[in-house]
């Protein structure tokens, strides 16, 4: 199988981007919606896009709950965006839209143990990745995992995200999971020492142990 990437998600602070950088992640994530303790305001985000300047080999996320198109590309007028992961009620049509763009899309779908796999076939034209996560009261950043087994259920084409309470010890559990979809790992508030402030060296030791 090929390599497991990984994805760190609710980045906001200058400093900690630019260790996180070195360390060579395969994405990083940017939180746009408003109510998460990770959001990127405006005083934020135009600190960012100079921290990526020649430098290519990390995917910018833009996350994205229940948004306008325009919201959507006002951000990436600042921050110029690879990747629009979108985290609400997002209806195919509007993955569509978004992906006209230019953007590659992540679609959320938050599961539970009724969670029905069957609603994906409708977005599998018009999303590049799919990222499962924990069915909460939040869109994200629950915390906690959910069982990774419902996903034997899935048997679309879409390679996926899995996220969902990741943290380091984790790292056993995900390198002995196997799916011929999996493609990368999303984490964000195991990795934290408080929010949109993360721990690099325990991200770093995460990065040597994964896919061993």
């Known amino acids: 199988m090929p390599k497991v990437k990984l994805k760190i998600c609710g980045m906001r602070e200058p400093d900690n981007i630019q260790a996180l950088l070195e360390v060579g992640l395969d994405f990083m ?11 990127v305001d405006e005083v934020a985000l135009a600190k960012i896009p100079q921290l990526f300047d020649n430098q290519a080999s990390v995917k910018k996320v ?24 979108l985290h609400g009620q997002e209806t195919p049509e509007f993955c569509r839209r978004v992906k006209e763009e230019g953007f590659q899309v992540i679609k959320v779908f938050s599961v539970g143990q009724e969670f029905d796999f069957g609603q994906l076939k ?85 990065k040597n142990k994964l896919n061993k």
């Not at 994530?29 to 959001?39: D, H, V």
């Not at 709950?65 to 600042?78: D, E, P, R, S, T």
């Not at 939040?138 to 899995?162: A, E, T």
């Not at 195991?190 to 402030?197: D, K, M, S, T, V």
Request: charged fraction near 20%; charge should be negative; aromatic fraction near 16%.
């Open 62 to 85: 833009g996350v994205f709950v229940n948004a306008g198109l325009g919201a959507i590309l006002a951000k990436n007028q600042v921050l110029p965006l690879d990747l629009i992961q």
């Open 29 to 39: 994530g940017f939180i746009f919606y408003e109510k998460s303790a990770r959001y």
């Open 122 to 206: 409708e977005y599998e034209d018009v999303c590049d990745y799919f990222l499962f996560d924990t069915k909460g009261k939040l869109p994200g950043g629950n915390g906690f995992s959910f069982d990774w087994s419902l996903l034997s259920g899935y048997r679309g084409g879409i390679p996926f995200f899995l996220g969902g309470g990741v943290e380091p010890n984790s790292i056993n559990k995900i390198n002995e999971f196997k799916h011929p979809r999996f493609f990368a790992i999303d984490g964000n508030s195991g990795f934290e020492l408080a929010p949109a402030r993360k721990d690099v060296a325990k991200i770093q030791d995460f």
